[in-house]
DNA sequence: AGCCTAAGTCATCAGGCGATGACATCGACT
DNA sequence: AGTCGATGTCATCGCCTGATGACTTAGGCT
């Protein structure tokens, strides 16, 4: 843009694309984060989203792609994992995944999409952890707890809750770990 | 309708409309009912929401009206209150105020009835059994729970989480209660 | 220098939304 | 019976959304 040398770069746009689309989709849901305020963001004309990726979908589903990482990732039993999904989500908020555990989207490609890598990233690694600590329905329990994780992120950023929003990653992360590992199987779990 | 008695019956009317727009509400939120489908499922023109509530968000108001008690309800750590909570949820959806907690409405009166209704009906009285209780933090905590099981609700209903949905109001109210217990101060808690 | 394709701009479309007001009709009342 | 307000129907408005295609322009190439 301010750059005279490079007024006209591909790549440059589809970076910024992805960057603001990330951005607006962490903060909105897919629903909620519309092409024109995306590219606005980005600094370009929104008609760019259809060339370079298709449409709303599949930049959504880019954007998922861009952030992936290769293999399964720990779960959210893992006291550093957790602080690093708090941190990331106070940071930048909810992240566009958590929010397919919610609201289905519109699309139903982004919604497949989302739909798998929540799987993969979150509630398997923990159903697997808590499979392997013994606790019965580790399914239902890792999505549940994949659930009220997500519940706590969104939450947070939602307005409606100011003291949840008021804490920081720490505390957020401390009381979110205490939550979770109300699931797994104890000596005092007074229920089972 | 097919009541040939009672042809015209603004009574009914508003009454179906009503009742139609707690099922929408509560299956998919303010934002994704829309008038149309609230009239269609009430077998009434949607313009009659216009006259007798004024539009969408008036007529949110009014279920949220029609549904509240007078006084302020036991917390959710009170086993029966939460059985009864979960229960409802699972016949009916997650619930029009439910929503509220996670996804700011786009009419800033629904969305400000919610807030206080939220608060009045689930935050506040957990945040004083917390303080009875003596945890610290109270309200924070109190708005993390209130999330948490929001998000389980909610996501109970998205279909992204098959084996959460397929937990029954026994079940689901059952290891929710672990949760929430997980917040309330204990001999064996771990990390306080 | 001139060309030609990639890159970017713009106007516009179709569909869905909430809202509105003109119109039709019922039915209670005098 | 006739009137008139209450009730219900319908067409349409204005707005926003994602998408599309014609058009313009930049800039590397020969």
Do not use: W
């Amino acid at each position: 843009m301010t750059d005279p040398t490079r007024r006209r770069d591909a790549g440059r746009t589809r970076a910024a694309l992805l960057n603001a689309a990330a951005e607006l989709f962490a903060e909105r849901g897919f629903a909620h984060a519309t092409i024109r305020d995306i590219g606005e963001r980005a600094g370009v004309d929104s008609a760019m989203i259809a060339r370079y990726f298709g449409g709303k979908a599949q930049l959504y589903v880019a954007v998922l792609q861009k952030e992936q990482g290769t293999g399964e990732p720990p779960d959210l039993l893992d006291g550093e994992r957790l602080r690093h999904v708090v941190e990331r989500a106070v940071r930048q908020g909810a992240g566009p995944l958590y929010h397919s555990a919610l609201h289905a989207h519109d699309d139903p490609r982004a919604d497949e999409f989302s739909r798998r890598e929540l799987h993969r990233r979150i509630v398997t690694p923990l159903a697997r952890r808590l499979a392997a600590d013994g606790a019965d329905r580790p399914q239902a329990r890792a999505e549940l707890l994949t659930a009220a994780v997500v519940g706590v992120l969104i939450g947070r950023s939602s307005g409606t809750l100011p003291a949840l929003t008021a804490l920081d990653a720490d505390e957020l992360a401390g009381l979110l770990a205490q939550v979770l590992s109300a699931m797994e199987p104890r000596e005092c779990s007074r229920r089972f």
